[in-house]
Nanobody, 129 residues
């Protein structure tokens, strides 16, 4: 599966951005899609994950400010980011893959994604104070 992110950019603190991730095919049952981010010098971390049934999970640092959603008919994953803060700048990636067994959307988020899943190239988000 090919994933292409878009929508990154520079915004002032308190502003908003909407990221989009276009997938070459849709997510089958059992698949999760998520947004992850990596700032310079830091490990990649999970931001938000959405399961094939539409249920979602968020990192505590973005809960209430970011919203993950998907347009299944168009194979597009979104991340609406509101009230952006100085700690939010990073390279944002989307990822998709099957999550089963002992894994679930929460473990996918907590682990910062799975390397064997499909990944996009990332889109940069910058926040100025």
């Amino acid at each position: 599966v090919q994933l292409v992110e878009s929508g990154g950019g520079s915004v002032q603190a308190g502003g908003s951005l909407r990221l989009a991730c276009t997938a070459s095919k849709g997510a089958a049952p059992g698949y999760c899609m998520g947004w992850f981010r990596q700032a310079p010098g830091k490990e990649r971390e999970g931001v938000a994950v959405i399961a094939s049934d539409g249920s979602t999970v968020y990192d505590g640092s973005v809960k209430g400010r970011f919203t993950i959603s998907k347009a299944s008919a168009q194979n597009i994953l979104y991340l609406q980011m509101d009230r952006l803060q100085p700690e939010d700048p990073a390279l944002y990636y989307c990822s998709m893959g099957y999550v089963g067994g002992t894994a679930n959307k929460a473990t996918m988020l907590a682990r910062g994604g799975y390397e064997y899943h499909s990944w996009g190239q990332g889109t940069q988000v910058t926040v100025s104070s």
